[in-house]
């Protein structure tokens, strides 16, 4: 293995180049010391044009998540009961030789289908997330896993509307005179965009935040729209209707490169600030003066995050949003349009990765209904229960919707459940077994980024952590052993990097493995700054920006832009609501993505899960800051301290997320009360689209 040679060079300081795995659109270019074999510090790579040599809060604590006392340093096979949390360690040839003929006896009973991989973005890199765990599982048979949790709400509706999910150039924001952060907590979920939008500001731009919550982004902003959570469609509607209405569209940009102009001028003359403003909770007045500085601005700059599509018109909402700039042609100029993604115009040779071809036919399980698949004989979908469960990158015991039904499943006596994990996790509590895996520090991968355009390459600092092996290492092992062809797992993981740039796709010209070598990351072949649809372009099957879509209508969706509500708006949901009646967001904590780094002291800092409510609503229920209470609804609740505070809005319970269910007081967490219901595009979670009632915790 490529890991194996480069850690035993002793003594002087050595300095490698890599890459943040993370969960994020930043994807850090990050620099590594390491002294006699072990990694002193780690810092943001200063030459690098967006990390510009800073670290978040939480990767500045990496090499504390490396070493950490309680990393998994071998196999573990379980000697108790399941989820009793006890195992034994046992040598990774027992350990992989149990695996693969159990898995083996269970293709021959039920079929591969009975096989359900469980991976999301715990890595990001292509080489750990996505090559030889694919080809392992597409050349089994395995059921599919549809890979929906966090984005793909939002993907398809800028594919509608767009038709690639590429966006405005970051880079160019100081030439914005308008930024709307829209959804997003920048400085908690994105903060290497910070600097770029201050850029724009002290360039005289208004900044503003539309968010049902002040965040620390809102804080930091011009203005604060304490929007209602899932109406932003219904907003960015009436801000059309304001454009239209004083003719502050640009007409040339719009018949070159929009279809369906007359159609949304008329649907937009349906949504006067008036309408919008009970919707949204906004004053009209309000709403009508965003519609002209938007309109008159020369290059607004509107980032939205995913934060606003986890609701049931999460895909409507953000392809609503992104008709925005085509229609005042903000794509012409350096600052302006919309971003949500760049992960588009990563071209890399995914398919000879992760050769999906060969496990074309087999059936497809949504992971936002994992509770359902685990729980239901034929998996919710048709075909065998599910009998195997191999969890990798992923925590779904605490991050997968409807936490209870999932739990109940990863309990069943008759599931066998493999986890590859840095730390004993709620889910791994539940295995059958227990595989350590490296962390980024100790193997070779290749990142893509989603919120700028640069590939970055990250090479292994260290040795792996006790016996610890990459995700692609185990992967091959076990497909040897299952006696899938070889030739799928010749590849080490240098290899496969390679194979990732093989693509032939004019985005990677320039984009070589030398390169990446000597410079850690390379910026894509892309003109500076990179203005996607400044002469059209787009990537839909008109190949304009399509305000009209049919393929929208095809699948029985409105085909222009609309306000499709949340399902637990209170007012569409009003025998719910008055049980209970709070809307719940929990988005992430500052100090944790997602659920890792939750069990990092220095940035747990002794904190237990809170939740913030407004002062009325807390007033209303008799309930006072710092008590501890329980927030609930009829699918399970969850327990929290309360922070009385007018930095959400009425209405509105905010529970910073997401915690380890074995570091709450209940055991519990936000996704104990959140349902597994499907947006309307991607059919993906509606984690901010549920009704709770927070009561006192006795
Ligand atoms: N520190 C840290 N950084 C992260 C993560 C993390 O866990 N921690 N997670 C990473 C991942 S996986 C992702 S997907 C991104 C997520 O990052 P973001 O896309 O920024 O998403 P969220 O933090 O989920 O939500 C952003 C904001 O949207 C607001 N919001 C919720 N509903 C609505 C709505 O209907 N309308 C509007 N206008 N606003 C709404 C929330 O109050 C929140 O402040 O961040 C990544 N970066
Ligand atoms: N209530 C609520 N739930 C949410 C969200 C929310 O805002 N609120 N956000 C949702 C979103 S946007 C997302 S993206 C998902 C995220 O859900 P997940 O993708 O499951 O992310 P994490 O919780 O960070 O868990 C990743 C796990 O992967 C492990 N890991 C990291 N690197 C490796 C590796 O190289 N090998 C192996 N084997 N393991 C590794 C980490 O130790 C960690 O335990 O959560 C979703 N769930
Ligand atoms: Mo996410």
Request: proline share 7%.
């Amino acid at each position: 293995m490529a890991t194996a040679t480069r850690p035993d060079t002793p003594s002087s300081p050595q300095v490698v180049r890599g890459a943040c795995p993370h969960d994020c659109p930043d994807t850090c270019a990050t620099v590594v010391t390491v002294v006699d074999g072990k990694a002193t510090s780690i810092r943001g790579d200063a030459d690098h044009p967006v990390t510009a040599g800073f670290l978040c809060a939480k990767v500045n604590r990496y090499l504390e998540r490396t070493y950490h006392p309680e990393r998994l340093t071998t196999p573990l096979r379980r000697v108790g009961p399941k989820g009793s949390g006890t195992f034994a360690p046992v040598s990774w040839d027992e350990a992989l030789d149990d695996i693969a003929s159990r898995l083996r006896a269970i293709v021959d009973t039920h079929g591969a289908e009975a096989i359900l991989p469980y991976s999301y973005a715990g890595t990001m890199g292509m080489i750990q997330a996505e090559s030889v765990d694919r080809r392992f599982f597409n050349a089994l048979g395995a059921s599919r896993l549809l890979r929906t949790i966090c984005s793909t709400a939002g993907g398809e509706g800028l594919l509608m509307t767009n038709g690639t999910k590429v966006g405005a150039d970051g880079e160019a924001l100081a030439q914005s005179d308008l930024v709307l952060l829209w959804g997003t907590n920048t400085l908690t979920a994105n903060p290497h965009l910070w600097p770029f939008i201050l850029q724009a500001r002290a360039n005289g731009a208004p900044v503003i935040c539309i968010d049902p919550i002040r965040t620390r982004t809102a804080e930091q902003c011009d203005e604060w729209l304490p929007i209602r959570p899932g109406t932003d469609a219904a907003l960015a509607l009436a801000m059309m209707h304001v454009i239209f209405d004083e003719g502050l569209e640009d007409r040339d940009y719009m018949e070159r490169h929009t279809l369906g102009g007359d159609a949304l001028r008329v649907r937009a003359s349906e949504w006067s600030p008036e309408r919008a403003a009970p919707i949204t909770g906004l004053p009209a007045e309000r709403i009508r003066e965003l519609g002209r500085q938007y309109g008159t601005s020369r290059a607004a700059f509107v980032r939205i995050n995913y934060g606003l599509q986890r609701h049931a018109g999460g895909g409507m909402a953000v392809r609503t949003i992104a008709c925005l700039p085509s229609i005042v042609g903000h794509w012409r100029r350096p600052g302006g349009g919309v971003q949500l993604s760049t992960s588009g115009s990563f071209t890399f040779n995914r398919e000879a990765l992760a050769r999906p071809d060969l496990g074309a036919t087999a059936r497809s399980i949504n992971m936002v209904r994992l509770g359902e698949a685990l729980n239901t004989p034929d998996a919710g979908v048709g075909g065998p229960p599910v009998q195997a469960l191999v969890v990798y990158n992923s925590n779904p015991a605490d991050i997968a919707p409807d936490r209870n039904a999932v739990l109940r499943g990863l309990a069943r006596e008759d599931l066998f459940t493999v986890v590859l994990e840095h730390f004993q996790t709620n889910t791994a509590d539940w295995a059958d077994y227990v595989l350590p895996a490296t962390t980024q520090l100790e193997h070779w991968d290749i990142h893509f980024a989603y919120g700028h355009n640069y590939v970055t390459l990250n090479q292994p600092a260290i040795a792996p952590v006790g016996l610890s092996k990459p995700n692609s290492e185990i992967f091959r092992q076990l497909g040897r052993r299952m006696g899938l062809p070889a030739e799928l797992f010749a590849d080490d993981d240098q290899a496969l990097i390679r194979l990732a740039l093989s693509s032939g796709h004019r985005n990677l010209d320039g984009v070589t493995w030398d390169r990446l070598l000597e410079q850690g990351w390379v910026r894509l072949n892309l003109p500076k700054p990179y203005l996607p649809f400044a002469d059209g372009g787009f990537g839909t099957p008109s190949k304009k920006c399509e305000f009209y879509s049919e393929r929208m209508a095809a699948l029985g969706l409105d085909p222009l832009p609309a306000f499709i509500p949340p399902r637990e708006l209170p007012e569409e949901a009003p025998e719910r609501a008055a049980r209970f009646p709070l809307m719940l967001i929990s988005s992430p904590r500052h100090y944790f993505l997602n659920s890792t780094f939750v069990n990092i002291a220095s940035l747990r800092k002794d904190a237990e899960p809170e939740c913030v409510m407004h002062p009325h609503d807390a007033e209303r229920r008799g309930l006072s800051h710092g008590e501890r209470v329980v927030v609930h609804n009829d699918r399970g609740h969850f327990l929290t301290l309360l922070r009385v505070e007018d930095s959400v809005r009425e209405g509105v319970v905010w529970a910073p997320s997401i915690w380890w269910g074995k570091y709450s007081r209940d055991g519990n967490n936000p996704n104990s009360v959140i349902g597994q219901g499907e947006t309307d595009l991607g059919r993906g979670p509606v984690f901010y689209d549920t009704l709770v009632e927070v009561s006192a915790a006795d």
